[in-house]
């Protein structure tokens, strides 16, 4: 695979087979950590059945965390790659791009805060197979964070998702998951709609494909967080356009329309008892709040069926063209010492070209 700095990703070497396993993980303001994530996972993978990479991005970093991630590239060889996106975009366009680049035929996505335990990557990749998944999905049973304002607001954020979408898992929120690399790579990831990759991957896949394995969890001992409780009306609004995308994505004017509708009708029995108050009853109408509110009514039902469909439809054909994606990035060099194409790292931990 050659990348290219325009962002173009080429997956003619995809290793479409379980032999072939790429770790992917983001980092944002990480430099106290990438060393040690590295290094965990060169220690966990050290003697797997099963050739790997390990795919570092950084998600436009202002601290020195590209430096880290390379000079670990340089040190260890080619099958650690870094993937450097050109401003921070986020952590979902950063998964996305580590997706994209990735060459495994199963992907492994997991934080660079040492939170995730690499250890895990291994159980993970055989309980992948052994139960013929699409994808599973990390549960930090014994989540080490703090309750008020992480572990509560996501227990709840995890029962509503789970009873919005019907897909029955205990954490949408780690990160740390497995996935077929072909049934991932036809998921479009923007926004910050990573924490529901089940929902989409269901769009995909039959739910039965979906799984979760308890894992382990780790306070963060280095850096700080990036999230708080600013996310929490975020993943309202995302969960409202992923429930459309299920339930309406090849009927959308259903949606839109059945609230239009019923806005209008409201709107339009309004208009209907205004007119024989006017001509019937012979009564003034003009100085009368509900001839706004209906006004208003119908108006807003003529956006509800025409601008919200264009709109949603319009930026969800954006994303999915060839192309288009939330992100720029390169894979950039490490002076000829590294080859962009990258490879695989043997049993032993060895690096092996493609």
């Known amino acids: 695979m050659q990348a290219q700095n325009s962002g173009d990703v080429a997956l003619d070497n995809t290793r479409e087979d379980d032999h072939y396993v790429s770790v992917v993980v983001p980092l944002y303001n990480e430099e106290e950590n990438v060393a040690t994530v590295v290094a965990q996972v060169c220690d966990a993978l050290s003697e797997v059945n099963f050739h790997w990479e390990l795919i570092l991005v950084n998600d436009g970093s202002s601290d020195a965390t590209l430096t880290c991630a390379l000079d670990e590239a340089e040190r260890l060889g080619s099958h650690i790659r870094v993937i450097a996106l050109q401003r921070n975009f986020g952590q979902t366009a950063a998964m996305q791009a580590g997706i994209e680049y990735a060459r495994g035929g199963i992907i492994i996505t997991m934080d660079g805060d040492l939170q995730n335990d690499p250890a895990d990557i291994p159980r993970m990749v055989d309980e992948l197979i052994r139960r013929d998944l699409d994808l599973l999905v990390g549960w930090r049973q014994q989540r080490q964070d703090n309750t008020l ?8 954020a995890n029962r509503l998702i789970a009873g919005v979408t019907g897909v029955r898992l205990h954490d949408y929120g780690c990160s740390l998951k497995a996935y077929r690399g072909p049934v991932i790579r036809q998921v479009k ?16 896949v039959p739910r039965q494909r979906i799984g979760e394995m308890i894992v382990n969890h780790h306070a963060r001992s280095a850096g700080r ?5 600013s996310r929490v009306y975020r993943v309202l609004l995302d969960l409202l356009s992923v429930t459309f995308f299920m339930r309406f994505r090849a009927r959308p004017g259903h949606f839109f329309g059945a609230i239009g509708l019923t806005l209008g009708g409201i709107g339009g029995v309004m208009m209907g008892w205004l007119a024989i108050a006017k001509f019937v009853m012979g009564q003034d109408i003009g100085d009368r709040p509900m001839l706004m509110v209906a006004i208003l009514l119908l108006l807003a039902s003529v956006q509800l069926v025409t601008t919200g469909v264009v709109a949603e439809m319009l930026s969800r054909i954006y994303f999915t063209m060839p192309g288009n994606r939330s992100y720029a990035a390169g894979e950039p060099s490490l002076h000829g010492k590294v080859s962009l194409d990258g490879g695989w790292a043997s049993a032993k931990g060895q690096s092996l070209k493609s």
């Open 225 to 229: 967080s990036k999230y708080g409780i």
């Open 149 to 156: 304002m992480r572990k509560l607001p996501s227990k709840i």
């Open 189 to 204: 990831l923007f926004g910050e709609m990573h924490r529901f990759i089940p929902a989409w991957v269901a769009c995909q």
